[in-house]
């Protein structure tokens, strides 16, 4: 049994941020099924294409159910009215607003069944004076205060390399989500999360944000490197570049001996982690003069074996067929082939086998079974 068997996902949502949740939802066994316009997601039209069929799609919409609505017919949205008294989890990422004019505002849900989850997400939230501007990742990205502290050393900032500012809170909702079930139980009542693109950016500044509430210092791109702790970041080799990541006396210290640099130990600018980092720069040429005579792998070997954190810098592909990547099964297949990528969390309650994303409306004949069940009802629905 699948860790959410039982549970029944309505996924208006398109792209990437809403599709990303609810396919975290099915591979933990939840019934989804996708609710797409005539139209279409619009993710099935992003590449790359594999004999004319989106990866990005595929990637994102697995183990999913699709039918086909139009929300903007009356008996279409009274289909959906239908889905909604027989489901538990409602996620939807439109701009804020627009389900509540096609007629299904949190208060409709909520009073056709008290017992859904209904999760909205948008680019800034349901209130606040950007409520009604459009979003996408490159938006919250700098808006979030995240591109200014990305890039090279003093800037200019640059956005992340994936898109995280959909990818947080996708896993924020999914988490709302499971929380809502547990809370549902003991109360028998659904709720509504409101989930911004945002605020799952800003919540995740870290210790930037903690140098911006508590000290006058510049916050800049440091590139490869920590801002606060150091030798913490890429460094040349003889052949290459490696990553060490240092980060306490301790790891210092070991490094100090692996290299033979003792006398590191012993000077004032590197005393301490906060020193360390205050003189970053100069502490960066010294461990590169130490490396210099050494290939990347002599000196991983040489870091690894004095158990100083270190590791290669990898293209895409290379992390991909790296033996690890392999055995931990994190590129995996579908029936038919396709090559994709698994769950970065893998339970008893997970789906082993994937299917494929659905074809539009491919589902559509399932309709009718579905409208006929019962309407959900939690079963402590009564519970004070």
């Known amino acids: 049994m699948t860790a959410l068997e039982d549970v029944r996902v ?45 990866t990005f799609h595929r990637l994102l919409n697995r183990n999913k159910l699709g039918v086909t609505l139009n929300l903007k017919d009356p008996a279409d949205r009274e289909r959906f009215a239908g889905l ?46 950007l409520a009604d501007r459009p979003a996408y990742d490159l938006i919250v990205q700098a808006m979030s205060g995240l591109m200014s502290v990305t890039g090279p050393e003093g800037g200019p900032g640059v956005r992340v390399g994936v898109s995280v500012g959909d990818i947080v809170p996708a896993l924020y909702a999914t988490v709302a989500v499971l929380s809502a079930l547990r809370e549902r139980e003991r109360t028998g009542r659904g709720q509504h999360i409101d989930v911004s693109m945002f605020d799952g950016l800003v919540s995740v500044l870290e210790s930037v944000a903690m140098r911006a509430l508590h000290t006058d210092e510049p916050v800049l791109p440091t590139g ?58 100069p502490l960066r040429r010294e461990v590169e003069a130490a490396l210099a005579h050494l290939t990347c792998e002599q000196a991983l070997a040489l ?62 004949h399932l309709l009718e079974r579905w409208l006929a069940e019962e309407p959900r009802r939690p079963r402590t629905e009564d519970a004070s």
């Open 303 to 364: 870091l690894a074996g004095a158990g100083v954190p270190c590791g290669p810098v990898l293209g895409v592909r290379e992390a991909l067929d790296l033996p690890h990547t392999l055995a931990r099964g994190l590129v995996t297949e579908e029936a038919d082939g396709f090559r994709t990528l698994a769950g970065g969390v893998r339970t008893t309650g997970t789906v082993r086998e994937f299917r494929r994303a659905p074809d539009r409306g491919e589902h559509d």
């Open 224 to 281: 490869g490197h920590h801002a606060i702790s150091a030798p913490y970041g890429t460094f040349a080799a003889k052949d290459g570049t490696i990553t060490i990541a240092v980060a306490g006396d301790a790891l210092f210290a070991r490094l100090a001996a692996v290299l033979d640099r003792p006398r590191w130990l012993e000077d004032e600018r590197y005393a301490t982690d906060a020193e360390r980092g205050r003189n970053r720069e």
């Open 84 to 129: 909604v008294e027989r489901s538990d989890v409602l996620v939807e990422n439109f701009r804020p607003g627009v389900l509540d004019r096609l007629g299904f505002p949190p208060a409709e849900l909520a009073r056709l069944n008290p017992g859904l989850v209904a999760v909205s997400i948008s680019g800034f939230g349901r209130g606040g004076p």
């Open 10 to 54: 309505l996924d208006l949502s398109r792209i990437l941020s809403g599709p990303l949740c609810t396919r975290m939802l099915a591979d933990l066994g939840a019934e989804v099924v996708k609710v797409e316009s005539p139209a279409g997601d619009d993710g099935r039209f992003f590449g790359p294409f594999v004999d004319g069929e989106s």
